[in-house]
């Protein structure tokens, strides 16, 4: 069965700290895996990765993809109030055209 | 663009009772979901459509229906409500199944 697992389940942290979260998955023919941010409302797109090793960033957020030991992380840094959301990681399986989210991390940055 | 656009935002049932929940997109997109948001459970797929005409079943399927018989929507049925169902709604779409996907508010819904 496919399957997404995301780590920690939620994190407190203070404002300027650097925080690393964690996505691993298994499933049936990996094609992508996409993180998303979701504040009060709709989750926002904020990275895809297809290939390993390749880190894609954008401001203080980034992440990479590890196909071989299947895992992603999004890592912030500086981290600030605004960064308080739930992140949320998603598989494409490849093979019904099906999406599987994980639990979702949620992450508080106090001031 | 409007995005993606969903309808009603609240809503409240009794059990057994049916209603649909509408969603639209002006991007063109042949790809669009449904998905269920419960407390610590992420987002789970019921249904979704790679193209007009074109659906299939996402992980929770039982209870609901889709149709998509144009591009631009993708209507979910609840057949008859039951207080399993209480959860938050989102429609989303994409340009492909596996990209970027774009979602709507979201619909919460209460069945008592």
């Known amino acids: 069965e496919d399957k997404v697992v995301q780590s920690p389940l939620s994190l407190v942290v203070h404002e300027g700290d650097t925080v690393t979260l964690n996505c691993s998955y298994e499933?049936?023919?990996?094609?992508?895996l996409l993180w998303y941010k979701q504040e009060k409302k709709a989750p926002t797109f904020l990275f895809m990765l297809?290939?390993?090793?390749i880190e894609k960033k954008s401001g203080r957020l980034s992440s990479i993809l590890d196909k071989k030991e299947l895992f992603s992380i999004l890592n912030i840094t500086a981290t600030q109030t605004g960064d308080s959301a739930i992140y949320l990681c998603?598989?494409?399986?490849?093979?019904?055209?099906?999406?599987?989210f994980g639990a979702g991390t949620r992450l508080t940055v106090k001031p | 663009n409007a995005g993606v656009t969903q309808t009603p935002k609240f809503q409240v049932l009794k059990t057994g009772q049916s209603m649909t929940l509408q969603c639209a997109q002006d991007?063109?997109?042949?790809?669009m979901s449904w998905y269920r948001q419960d407390p610590g459970m992420g987002l789970r797929l019921i249904h979704y459509?790679?193209?007009?005409?074109?659906?299939d079943q996402g992980e929770v399927p039982n209870g609901y229906n889709v149709s998509r018989s144009t591009t631009e929507d993708f209507p979910l049925r609840l057949l008859s409500a039951a207080p399993s169902q209480t959860s938050v709604y989102f429609c989303?779409?994409?340009?492909?199944?596996?990209?970027?996907?774009?979602f709507g508010p979201g619909t919460r819904l209460t069945v008592t």
């Open positions: 989303a779409s994409s340009y492909v199944a596996g990209t970027e996907q774009y």
């Open positions: 499933v049936t023919n990996f094609r992508s």
């Open positions: 297809t290939s390993s090793g």
């Open positions: 998603a598989v494409d399986p490849g093979n019904n055209n099906d999406m599987r």
């Open positions: 991007m063109n997109h042949e790809y």
């Open positions: 459509s790679v193209g007009a005409g074109i659906t």
